[in-house]
């Protein structure tokens, strides 16, 4: 079934696009992650339910294979979480500015975590490789080094199933709650910094 809705979800990007694109909580057992042909399995329970947008409880991995949970959020008063897709140009053109904006706020309590929208899986729940290297290209010509995160079962349940423009982004406190709204499509440097302030503002 949710096969069936990452195929889903990838359409449904393809087609947002043209609207809007027109720390922590690791655990390096990598080898959990990995398949016998080396493709990277998606970690968690395909028939486990999670309940949208709620960031209390999931589990994903990056292009590495590293896992991650919801610990991601702890010691940081506010996480920016920005979906991108690696088809989407506004997307891609706006991550140098987010790492800059990581970097320059690392020390208010603040980091940014990528999800990638557009990282589809085979019927043995393992990710397709093309599709990784594609993604880890985009990565390679941003310069970015914030953690970015596959979609997992968990992350498909919260949000993803329900993105339907990219990019989207959207602010996570450190008990895993969003922060006032979700923001769809790119913004200038100086955009994210106002937004960002003013959320640190009322925390």
Do not use: H
């Not at 899986?121 to 290209?137: H, M, S």
Request: proline share 3%; hydrophobic share 40%.
């Amino acid at each position: 079934m949710k096969k069936f809705i990452a195929i889903l979800l990838a359409a449904f990007v393809v087609l947002g696009c043209f609207t809007a694109c027109s720390g922590g909580g690791t655990n390096d057992d990598t080898e959990t992650t990995l398949a016998e042909d080396g493709k990277l399995r998606v970690p968690d329970d395909p028939e486990k339910t999670y309940e949208s947008n709620s960031y209390k409880e999931f589990s994903a991995i990056d292009l590495a294979g590293k896992k991650y949970d919801q610990s991601i959020w702890e010691g940081k008063k506010l996480t920016m979480v920005n979906i991108w897709a690696t088809f989407c140009r506004p997307c891609i053109n706006e991550m140098p500015d987010l790492e800059i904006l990581s970097k320059e706020y690392a020390e208010k309590d603040f980091q940014i975590i990528g999800m990638i929208s557009d990282v589809d899986y085979d019927g043995e729940f393992c990710y397709d490789t093309a599709l990784i290297n594609k993604a880890l290209d985009v990565i390679e010509m941003t310069g970015v080094t914030y953690v970015n995160l596959l979609p997992s079962f968990s992350l498909i349940d919260i949000k993803l199933e329900n993105v339907y423009s990219v990019p989207e982004t959207i602010f996570v406190d450190e008990n895993g709650n969003q922060v006032g709204e979700s923001y769809i499509g790119s913004r200038s440097l100086e955009d994210w910094k106002a937004i960002v302030d003013n959320l640190l503002a009322t925390m």
